[in-house]
């Protein structure tokens, strides 16, 4: 109770507030998150899959996995706890921003402001010509599928019903496909990628940028840290980045280090839970708070 009473407190007074999202907000969704048991397509390591070399060697292989991902996003609503996260970005009386990891698209489907949405990690919805020489870039395609090829897939998934968590991934074999199977570039047709940061690539320039400038124009009272492991870099850096200026930090994870729920650690809290639950039930009612008071 200290620590939501101290929360409460260090909320209402701050006037600069970030929120850090990860794929723990999105769990309550159905979505998979990715480091643990739970982060496994067929019988790959989804981080394996995530990287610029697993593209390399099988393009096919992994436009099936991000095939998969944007489904499972399409199919998949936003939670209470992206839209605690929404109204928090329509309160005047703060001024907000939120850093996304997630490539769901859930947040912005919830109402988030969009001015104040960093999808630091790019979109499942967005598709990038692989050629060095051609800048073509497909914002916004929730086409499925996006060759004949990839809906083959999909019959082949339905008919195994994915849906059922009791089939093991590992009983159904990837298809092989080759260059010809998959999305080209209407411009150079060359073969389009997923428009999502890989391991090693840079984030998106502008995202950074506005990021910069939102963390440079004044103090960040409070950082939420919400459903992350916290160990992908650029990402995880501002935490520090708000900690080191003064800043709190307030913990929404299922999974949280008992020092931080002991209240051991200096100006941060722990909220240990999902997110989808805790994040509204702790947020709403402050956001509607101070929200009156501002009007
Ligand atoms: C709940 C919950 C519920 C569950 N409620 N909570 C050495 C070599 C090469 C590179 C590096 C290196 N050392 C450092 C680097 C840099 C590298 C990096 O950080 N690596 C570390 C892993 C070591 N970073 C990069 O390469 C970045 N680029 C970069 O830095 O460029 C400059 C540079 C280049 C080269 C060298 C050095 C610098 C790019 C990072 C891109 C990350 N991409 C991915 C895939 C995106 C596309 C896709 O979605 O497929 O992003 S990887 C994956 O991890 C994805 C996520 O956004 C990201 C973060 O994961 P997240 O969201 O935290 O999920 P999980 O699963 O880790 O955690 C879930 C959490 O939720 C857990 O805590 C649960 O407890 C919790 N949870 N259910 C609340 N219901
Ligand atoms: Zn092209």
């Known amino acids: 109770m200290l620590q939501l009473a101290e929360f409460q407190d260090c909320f209402r007074t701050s006037k600069r507030i970030v929120a850090l999202v990860g794929a723990g907000l999105s769990a309550a969704s159905g979505l998979p998150v990715f480091r643990g048991s739970q982060g496994m397509w067929k019988n790959f390591n989804m981080i394996d899959l995530a990287t610029p070399d697993a593209f390399y060697i099988d393009p096919g292989l992994v436009w099936q996995f991000y095939l998969w991902r944007r489904e499972k996003a399409l199919a998949a609503k936003p939670n209470p706890g992206h839209q605690a996260l929404a109204n928090l970005s329509k309160n005047t009386a703060k001024q907000f921003v939120t850093i996304t990891q997630n490539v769901d698209g859930l947040s912005a489907?919830?109402?988030?402001?969009?001015?104040?949405?960093?999808?630091?990690?790019?979109?499942?919805?967005?598709?990038?010509?692989?050629?060095?020489?051609?800048?073509?870039?497909?914002?916004?395609?929730?086409?499925?599928?996006?060759?004949?090829?990839?809906?083959?897939?999909?019959?082949?998934?339905?008919?195994?019903?994915?849906?059922?968590?009791?089939?093991?991934?590992?009983?159904?074999?990837?298809?092989?496909?080759?260059?010809?199977?998959?999305?080209?570039?209407?411009?150079?047709?060359?073969?389009?990628?997923?428009?999502?940061?890989?391991?090693?690539?840079?984030?998106?320039?502008?995202?950074?940028?506005?990021?910069?400038?939102?963390?440079?124009?004044?103090?960040?009272?409070?950082?939420?840290?919400?459903?992350?492991?916290?160990?992908?870099?650029?990402?995880?850096?501002?935490?520090?980045?708000?900690?080191?200026?003064?800043?709190?930090?307030?913990?929404?994870?299922?999974?949280?280090?008992?020092?931080?729920?002991?209240?051991?650690?200096e100006r941060t809290w722990g909220f240990q839970g999902d997110a989808a639950e805790t994040l509204p039930r702790i947020l709403n009612q402050l956001v509607e708070q101070v929200e009156a008071r501002s009007e």
């Open 109 to 265: 489907r919830a109402g988030h402001d969009p001015r104040k949405l960093h999808e630091i990690h790019g979109s499942l919805f967005t598709l990038r010509c692989t050629s060095f020489s051609c800048t073509f870039v497909d914002h916004n395609n929730f086409t499925q599928p996006l060759t004949p090829a990839l809906e083959a897939q999909n019959e082949y998934e339905d008919s195994l019903g994915t849906a059922s968590p009791s089939i093991s991934p590992s009983f159904s074999p990837t298809k092989e496909l080759g260059v010809a199977d998959l999305p080209k570039c209407p411009a150079c047709l060359s073969l389009m990628r997923p428009g999502v940061v890989w391991f090693g690539e840079s984030l998106p320039l502008r995202e950074l940028d506005a990021i910069d400038l939102f963390m440079e124009a004044g103090r960040v009272d409070l950082i939420l840290v919400i459903g992350t492991s916290g160990t992908v870099y650029p990402a995880n850096s501002y935490v520090e980045m708000v900690r080191a200026r003064g800043g709190a930090v307030a913990i929404f994870n299922t999974d949280i280090e008992p020092a931080v729920l002991d209240g051991a650690v």
